[in-house]
């Protein structure tokens, strides 16, 4: 299968900690994106790190991507119980051409706790 | 800017049966791409439209098709249904291509 492995597959936290996901994948992309999901409705487009990139931040989100070994990792710093979510990385793959073809991977259910 | 909207949001089908489910992206977005999201599977790609013409295909069978039509908006239309066909089916658009997606709330469809 394509798709990307996240890990951990579930995460439970108090509020004010620190999240860490962990994402890999398998092809040589363009781009990663983070997306997050609450009760199976639409996705959220949380950043978009090119493959050329590193680092990137965005408020409470901290996104890092190492592509030697095909792996990026998502930090939400000081969590709140309003991000209870799943969080889905999402490669667009590099086919030698454009492509908006995302590839997901399989979520990790943050739980929030008051 | 109105977000990504998907119509209808609720579908109950019987198998054997087709349905139609339409997009309407982001205005001035031009890609048009869709996704089958379930528990079993995840979420996977089906499609995705650019200028009309369909430039990727994910790897469902030939009673999945779609369409984008000259305003960007989108149609997917699955033909006889199957109990497996039951999911959240999600469409997004970006501006151009290799850019950041974003997502409508999607349509859920269950076969009976």
């Known amino acids: 299968s394509q798709q990307g492995e996240e890990d951990p597959q579930a995460l439970s936290i108090q509020e004010g900690e620190n999240a860490t996901m962990n994402c890999s994948y398998k092809t040589s992309i363009n781009n990663l994106q983070w997306y997050r999901q609450n009760s199976g409705r639409g996705l959220v487009h949380l950043i978009l790190?090119?493959?050329?990139?590193r680092e990137k931040h965005s408020g409470r989100l901290r996104v890092t991507l190492d592509t030697s070994k095909k792996s990026s990792s998502l930090l939400i710093t000081a969590s709140r119980a309003a991000d209870t979510a799943s969080y889905f990385c999402a490669t667009a793959a590099n086919y030698g051409g454009a492509t908006n073809k995302l590839i997901f991977g399989t979520g990790t259910l943050l739980a929030v706790q008051p | 800017k109105a977000g990504v909207t998907q119509t209808p949001r609720y579908l109950i089908k019987t198998r054997g049966q087709q349905v139609t489910l339409s997009c309407s992206p982001i205005s001035g977005h031009r890609s048009v791409s869709w996704y089958q999201q379930t528990p079993g599977q995840g979420l996977q790609f089906l499609f995705e439209y650019f200028s009309e013409t369909q430039r990727n295909k994910g790897n469902f069978p030939g009673r999945f098709s779609g369409r984008q039509f000259s305003n960007s908006r989108s149609e997917m239309n699955v033909s006889t249904l199957e109990l497996g066909d039951s999911a959240l089916y999600l469409c997004?658009?970006?501006?151009?291509?290799?850019?950041?997606?974003?997502f409508g709330p999607g349509t859920r469809l269950l076969v009976l």
């Open positions: 997004a658009s970006s501006l151009h291509r290799v850019e950041t997606q974003y």
């Open positions: 790190i090119r493959s050329n990139e």
